[in-house]
């Protein structure tokens, strides 16, 4: 079985994860850096993470490697923090998932995870179980050291600190319990914010579902409204995504953050080319058009997104899931320095949070799961196809089958875990949307 999913490597704790597996892991990836290098390493706050970093440390320190530790923090100042001083990272972190669940992320001296080729060259290794382990002068060295601090001062540089001070924001965030609790209330102190923090204890035992999703937010809306705050923002585990609900308690989805911060960013430029994935709605092209910008269109992943944005020099990437690159920055997803560049934006106008995004293009959404088996899934999506030829409209077929209607779309993906298909449909039209959706969920179920 192939050990990394569309998502890294993950599983449940003490079943999948255990910590034999972990050092071996830790075998694997030493031997696949080979001796003598710098490896930053850091993890979330699960029941089971202090676990597996330890054996993952000790098969990493047996390969002669010195590693460096950075306790429990947000993924992407790990991602920022490898660059130019590390030879590589390591995230103990299994995102979103429930608290059972654990995994790990590994991450180039770049800032972005592995790409499938370094997967391949990792999986190589593990399966031939030959583990170059070093002699006992050579066993690598172990560290505690501090990343925050530096991390802190580069993104204040990075936005207009003293214009978010001077508009004293009321904000809930909700840490989810995870990373973002050991950065986001500093943060947000030093952004002048009067902030009441939600879930905040780090246990690894969540208060609410780690993905934050308008059905798991419900806590955080009706903060937001009982307080009269300007905003909300709550995160992932790892704290690479963020999603925010409005004054008006309306949740946002990364597709409108995503492209309410994309034409901020092609403003401030003039032009240049914004980087996402084909799940997100047509607002973003409504946008890029708009600012005469330019677009590249992904398969789904924060990876493809990165690589993307690196190869075009692209200003901005996001994902409709709530994740936002700022190649200033780092080219990984970042979620507190998505909540600093959304304050700095609030902090230009003088109008609510609801009341800017009123001004973008409306799109209705809507999304199906259906089930289908593994071995079906080529065979259905080749049938999606000829008939979405037959219908003779324009398609993507980036990741999945994205059929082009003149007011909206349908995009048809098979999960990379699960046995399901995804429906994904919007439009202009509320009641487009509804008879979009039933009809391709029939079809779907129809082929099989
Ligand atoms: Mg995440």
Same mark, same amino acid.
């Given at each position: ?50 676990? /597996?970093?330890?054996?993952?440390? $000790?098969?990493?320190? $047996?390969?002669?490697?010195? @590693? ?11 991602? !920022? ?15 979103? +998932? ?9 991450? *180039? ?27 006992? +002068? ?10 925050? $601090?530096?991390?802190?001062?580069? &993104?204040?540089?990075?936005?207009? *600190?003293? #214009? ?6 009321? &904000?809930?965030? =909700? ?23 939600? +879930? ?22 009706? *903060? ?6 300007? /905003? ?42 914004? @980087? ?8 973003? =092209? ?9 677009? %590249? ?43 600093? #560049?959304? /304050?700095?934006? *609030? ?5 609510? !949070?609801?009341? %800017? ?12 799961? @259906? ?31 994205? &059929? ?27 009641? =487009? @949307? ?12 129809? &082929?099989?």
């Amino acid at each position: 079985m192939a050990l990394f999913s569309t998502t890294g490597i993950r599983g449940i704790s003490n079943h999948d994860m255990t910590p034999e597996f972990a050092l071996q892991l830790g075998y694997t990836f030493g031997t696949f850096t080979g001796k003598g290098k710098k490896i930053l390493i850091a993890r979330d706050t699960r029941t089971s993470s202090e676990m /597996l970093k330890n054996s993952f440390v $000790s098969g990493l320190l $047996s390969t002669g490697n010195n @590693v460096f530790d950075a306790g429990i923090i947000p993924i992407p100042v790990v991602n !920022f923090s490898v660059k130019g001083k590390y030879d590589a990272g390591v995230m103990i972190t299994s995102s979103h +998932n429930p608290p059972e669940y654990n995994g790990i992320k590994f991450i *180039l001296s770049n800032g972005l995870e592995f790409a499938e080729k370094e997967e391949m060259k990792f999986e190589k290794i593990y399966a031939s179980k030959k583990f170059k382990l070093a002699p006992w +002068n050579e066993i690598g060295s172990y560290k505690k050291v501090e990343i925050l $601090s530096a991390y802190v001062e580069k &993104i204040k540089t990075l936005v207009d *600190l003293e #214009k978010i001070k001077q508009r004293n924001f009321k &904000i809930v965030a =909700d840490v989810g319990n995870g990373t973002q609790t050991f950065l986001i209330p500093q943060i947000l102190k030093e952004a002048g914010c009067e902030a009441t923090i939600l +879930n905040y204890s780090t246990d690894g035992f969540f208060s609410r579902i780690p993905e934050p999703r308008p059905d798991t937010l419900i806590r955080l809306i009706e *903060l937001v409204l009982s307080k009269k705050s300007d /905003l909300g923002v709550a995160y992932d585990v790892d704290g690479d995504r963020a999603i925010f609900v409005t004054e008006n308690g309306e949740v946002l989805m990364g597709d409108v953050t995503g492209s309410l911060l994309a034409a901020e960013t092609l403003k401030n430029h003039g032009k240049g080319t914004i @980087v996402t994935t084909v799940a997100t709605s047509s607002l973003i =092209d409504d946008v890029v058009n708009n600012y005469n910008g330019k677009i %590249i269109k992904t398969e789904v992943g924060a990876n493809a997104v990165g690589e993307a944005l690196l190869k075009s020099n692209a200003i901005f990437g996001f994902e409709e899931n709530g994740g936002c690159v700022f190649p200033e920055l780092s080219p990984a997803r970042d979620g507190a320095f998505k909540t600093l #560049k959304i /304050l700095e934006l *609030l902090a230009q106008e003088s109008r609510s !949070f609801s009341e %800017i995004i009123s001004e973008l293009p409306k799109y209705y959404q809507a999304k199906a799961r @259906v089930e289908c088996p593994e071995k079906k899934k080529h065979f259905v999506m080749q049938r999606i196809k000829s008939l979405a030829k037959e219908l003779k409209q324009k398609t993507d077929i980036t990741d999945g089958i994205k &059929i082009l209607l003149g007011n909206g779309s349908v995009l048809i993906r098979p999960s990379g875990t699960e046995p399901l298909i995804r429906v994904f449909v919007e439009s202009k039209f509320k009641k =487009d @949307v509804e008879e979009l959706l039933e009809k391709w969920v029939s079809e779907v179920k129809r &082929i099989q």
